[in-house]
């Protein structure tokens, strides 16, 4: 008999089917056995009785096949029950669980929880963020493609750093040393100049930093975007806020179960505040007597401009634009207003920088001028500077952190429990 | 005034647009310019005349603004024209092109062709192959969405190796020695169990394989899928079949274009022939006097396959099924009816392997017994069997390699052509 899903029963009632799915929860009262069936979309109560009641024996998380009639049952969540006929079991554990999936959160430590990670995923609160994070690569590649990008795939071993050298990871090549890329930066501003003129990719970016936070791990996914033939900044923070409007409206729609378990109410992501790096300084500077560190914003700078923000204008987002060039990669184009910053931004969410992003030089006099004044030895960047001596649109982009963007949606604590299988410094495994 | 892109032009007949791109080609007669306008949707014919016709000075590949008014030109393959009224410089090339751009093949071999890839990629024929692959995955993606499976993203940086060790590249990962994962093969099955049920994922595969061919390249992207609750192989075959349709109806609508300039009709991927492989033995040997060697197909074995299954039936695909333990990983469920056969395929298109799949063995017991057998130690697969200890459902999946499909589809001769920045072992630039 063809399976039948979890979320679907309700439209089979009076007729007998097929669910297959995990044994959530297992217990006997009255020579009945309550059996509750849990596979992707959902859990079903299934009542077994007669010589069902005691055969086959049925641990927790015992995968099953179950037939029966479904009928209704106004005290149970679902709405409907499972009379079985016949119960079989696909696959019975050998071993104790390490700890309960069936409760409504795990009860167990965070790092127990990723010792043991898939099981603990098996908990439909803990899998949660993973059913956002693939509607949010999906809907980040529905709106981008809408918008005439092309979806690249570029190398993660490389054989130079993105921006010099610093926290990368070393790879043994053949009889050579490479690195593994910290972002596509580069080769997607070389993919815009190649004539895609705008591109995206979703893929690994990968950071050897020794710190160990609730807010990095040293590989994660990066959403990035580079577009050409743009007028300015602006362009790219109304790319953005469409971005993220059209993102959140697929999240409602698509993850609305999802985002119950966790009590959230996206946020409404148009007319986000802008707020220039000087301004912002003079802000914290009065409001909060903290001055800015080199022109940049630190943790603490993200969480108290994002509180006066949302204060003063009701909006959990800041653009932060106009970061000094000495806060900012060397490719990132100054504002020819006034050179000593650049026309850059990050975007602010509930206190946190969700991603970076900005106008590129384009230029390949200033571009190479720019390295020589970062240190940097143009002779390094060949393959990238390339396309620039050939004619080079006016372009600019930014990427977004999906781990990160992911555990801020849902208001996790700890951007591991947005990654399935998070690498950080003392963790390789799973 | 809005930029309007070049494949919009004949909706403007009668109105001033402005268009921006690359001068394609630039020649004078008569005294007036005709210049080329190359965007990422195609090319216009910009007549310039009066000053214009000398002034601002234009090299192939300069990136321009043109405003002019639309006309007919029946003499144009595009059918419109422009009268540019406007001409300016965006950026001005500073050195010679290392090949013409504007021919439709480019005049280069492939090592220059690759040495200078963001130039070359400019020629829309060098393009179009990374449109086709960018409408691939999203149609891969669209489609498996549809069909309930979850988008994931596993970790690249592992502690060991997928099937035992071979083909690693070593990482170094602060005070310890990890490899690139060569496939998320471990991670998709233990998500399967994890309680997504189905899953999938585009990323990185990384082999340190020496060889130097034109169908492998050291990193590539693999686009993998994994799926619970399924009957046996011919489920697989099936989706597979779905899959292939539906990228194809895909290819037809959005990529007319990049098909025309390959040539390329696509073929019909349902019904496809199934053979076993105890049964292509037979046919090699008899047809073709070629004995199997350990069971499996070598690129002559796939080549006459084909051919031979061609002629047969008139599809350039095979599912070749039912390879002998011997020749498939550890995880392979062997085939209940003749244990030495495992429940596995491979699909063959024109010749060539295009992916590997099958069911996966699913209980703990003969997992474990398998791992023996294969001389590895279930110890150090520690993280991967514990979701087998728990509840496992039946599996099974494949994965196709993104650059190798494309390659097929337009009938590239080298997988590089179909790879926007290829890794093999002599080069790791651009």
Chains 1, 2 share one sequence.
């Not at 010099?164 to 090549?173: K, P, T």
């Not at 143009?378 to 600019?396: C, I, N, Q, T």
Request: with cysteine; charged share 25%.
């Amino acid at each position: 008999m063809e399976r039948v899903m979890c979320c679907d029963l309700k439209a089979y009632i009076g007729n007998a089917v097929t669910i297959k799915g995990w044994a959530h929860r297992v217990r006997s009262m009255g020579g009945i056995r309550f059996v509750l069936v849990r596979d992707r979309t959902g859990v079903a109560q299934v009542i077994a009785s007669g010589t069902l009641a005691k055969e086959p024996a049925l641990d927790a998380e015992a995968v099953v096949e179950v037939t029966g009639a479904v009928s209704p049952a106004p005290q149970v969540t679902s709405g409907v029950e499972i009379q079985a006929e016949s119960i079989r079991v696909l696959s019975a554990p050998v071993a104790p669980l390490p700890f309960e999936v069936n409760l409504p959160d795990v009860q167990a430590g965070p790092e127990s929880i990723l010792n043991h990670r898939p099981i603990a995923l098996r908990n439909p609160k803990v899998r949660a963020p993973f059913a956002v994070q693939s509607a949010i690569c999906g809907a980040f590649r529905e709106f981008l493609t809408g918008e005439g990008f092309t979806e690249v795939h570029t190398p993660k071993i490389v054989a130079t750093g993105t921006e010099g050298g610093a926290d990368l990871f070393a790879v043994r090549y053949f009889e050579r040393t490479a690195y593994l890329a910290q972002s596509p930066q580069l080769y997607k501003q070389m993919l815009v100049g190649a004539g895609f003129e705008r591109v995206f990719e979703i893929g690994p970016a990968f950071r050897a930093e020794r710190h160990n936070t609730s807010r990095h791990t040293n590989e994660f996914t990066s959403l990035d975007l580079e577009m050409a033939f743009i007028d300015g900044l602006e362009d790219l923070l109304v790319l953005e806020e469409c971005l993220l409007e059209f993102i959140f409206r697929r999240l409602r729609e698509s993850c609305a179960e999802e985002l119950r378990l966790y009590g959230v109410t996206l946020p409404d992501a148009t007319g986000i505040p802008r707020l220039r790096m000087p301004q912002i300084g003079e802000i914290l500077a009065r409001e909060y007597g903290k001055p800015l560190t080199g022109g940049a914003l630190d943790p603490e700078g993200e969480r108290l401009i994002c509180e006066y923000s949302d204060r003063k204008t009701g909006s959990p987002f800041v653009f932060a634009t106009h970061f000094p060039v000495s806060a900012r990669p060397v490719y990132a184009l100054p504002d020819p207003g006034d050179p000593c910053l650049t026309l850059s931004f990050d975007l602010l969410f509930g206190g946190v920088e969700m991603n970076s992003g900005g106008m590129r030089i384009s230029d390949y006099g200033q571009l190479v001028a720019n390295m020589a004044r970062f240190g940097l030895n143009p002779a390094d960047f060949e393959s990238y500077l390339e396309v620039f001596r050939h004619g080079m649109p006016p372009h600019g982009g930014f990427a977004i952190g999906l781990e990160r963007l992911t555990a801020k949606v849902l208001g996790l604590e700890n951007i591991r429990e947005a990654t399935l299988f998070p690498r950080v410094r003392d963790r390789l495994t799973p």
